[in-house]
T-cell receptor, first 114, second 113 residues
Framework: GQNIDQPTEMTATEGAIVQINCTYQ??????LFWYQQHAGEAPTFLSY????GLEEKGRFSSFLSRSKGYSYLLLKELQMKDSASYLC???????????????FGPGTRLSVLP | ETGVTQSPTHLIKTRGQQVTLRCSSQ?????VSWYQQALGQGPQFIFQ???????GRGNFPPRFSGLQFPNYSSELNVNALELDDSALYLC????????????FGQGTRLTVV
């Protein structure tokens, strides 16, 4: 089966650091993605891991452990504009077709307070 | 902006009607995927089109169908609309390959009354 879990809501203070965890159990794996989605808007790409370890992109970092089925997104120096939903998604493995179908988690709604 | 455009942005339909949603993919992208996102939930994969053929489908009934055109744009058709079909419908375009990301359009908000 396909199952992705992440906390439903988190709250943090401006300037702080927050870690959003994601655990997954999927039948296939071809990379783990994090997307940011502001209310009423399209998801926008944040980061991507296919191998174990940490990927850093400015204020955002993402970590993956394939053996544990675990990832986290780390947001540093939080800003008010970071208030949004953060979606963890596993891209399905489809043989040699490299399909782009994602299995998404429910999303974590992050509120950044002044 | 991602270069992926969807139309219309909002739509209200009556239960039992049919609807067609449209998506123009980003230049150079040959794969289009459609997702349904209910309020407060993550997107759910409907199906994917590559080279004008469906090559992957999620757990959605046959009344959800689609097309991809030679210019890689795509349509999502839903027949016999039900109240539970009310959701944000997202289109994502990408280029087939291993290390490629998907870019989402702004979505179509469908309300079925």
């Amino acid at each position: 089966g396909q199952n992705i879990d992440q906390p439903t809501e988190m709250t943090a203070t401006e300037g702080a650091i927050v870690q959003i965890n994601c655990t997954y159990q999927t039948s296939g794996f071809n990379g783990l993605f994090w997307y940011q989605q502001h209310a009423g808007e399209a998801p926008t790409f944040l980061s991507y891991n296919v191998l174990d370890g940490l990927e850093e992109k400015g204020r955002f970092s993402s970590f993956l452990s394939r053996s544990k089925g675990y990832s986290y997104l780390l947001l540093k120096e939080l800003q008010m504009k970071d208030s949004a939903s953060y979606l963890c998604a596993v891209r399905d493995a489809r043989g040699d077709n490299y399909g782009q179908n994602f299995v998404f988690g429910p999303g974590t709604r992050l509120s950044v307070l002044p | 902006e991602t270069g992926v455009t969807q139309s219309p942005t909002h739509l209200i339909k009556t239960r039992g009607q049919q609807v067609t949603l449209r998506c123009s993919s980003q230049s150079g992208h040959n794969t289009v995927s459609w997702y349904q996102q209910a309020l407060g939930q993550g997107p759910q994969f409907i199906f994917q089109y590559y080279r004008e053929e469906e090559n992957g489908r999620g757990n959605f009934p046959p009344r959800f169908s689609g097309l991809q055109f030679p210019n890689y744009s795509s349509e999502l058709n839903v027949n016999a609309l039900e109240l539970d079909d009310s959701a944000l419908y997202l289109c994502a375009s990408s280029q087939q390959g291993f290390n490629t990301e998907a870019f989402f359009g702004q979505g179509t908000r469908l309300t079925v009354v």
